[in-house]
């Protein structure tokens, strides 16, 4: 059984940085696409950004390019989001996801799921 565990998140004032990470259990990171996702609250959860299994491929949402970075270690199994420069918008609870080699973004469906971190940004 494949398992995603989220950390990282925390309350930090607009500008600052976080680094989120994901560890992955049960499973070769190497055989999963890696997605983040974000939900804040009373909207839809939306794609902040995907790394491919082999690492080439990279994409980001376009609220948070530029300022986001994901980044994947396969030799530790783990998926990291490094965040800089962030704003209250940015306040969500962070979710990793694991999906298909095949699938681009993860998206329409995640596989397997973390329990996701809160990010929150003061102004």
Same mark, same amino acid.
Request: aromatic content about 12%.
């Given at each position: ?46 794609? %902040?950004?995907?790394?491919?299994? $082999?690492?080439?491929?990279? &994409?980001? *949402?376009?609220?948070?390019? /530029? ?11 783990? %998926?990291?989001?490094?965040?800089? $420069?962030?704003?209250?918008? &940015?306040? *969500?609870?962070?979710?990793? /996801? ?11 469906? %995640? ?13």
């Amino acid at each position: 059984q494949v398992q995603l565990v989220e950390s990282g998140g925390g309350l930090v004032p607009a500008g600052d940085s976080l680094r989120l990470s994901c560890v992955v259990s049960g499973g070769a990171l190497s055989n999963y696409n890696m997605g983040w996702f974000r939900q804040a609250p009373g909207k839809d959860p939306e794609f %902040v950004a995907f790394k491919s299994g $082999s690492g080439g491929i990279t &994409d980001y *949402a376009e609220a948070v390019k /530029g300022r986001f970075t994901i980044s994947r270690d396969n030799a530790k199994n783990t %998926v990291y989001l490094q965040m800089n $420069s962030l704003k209250p918008e &940015d306040t *969500a609870v962070y979710y990793c /996801g694991a999906c298909p080699l095949w699938l681009y973004r993860c998206l329409p469906k %995640v596989d397997y799921w973390g329990q996701g971190t809160q990010v929150t940004i003061s102004s």
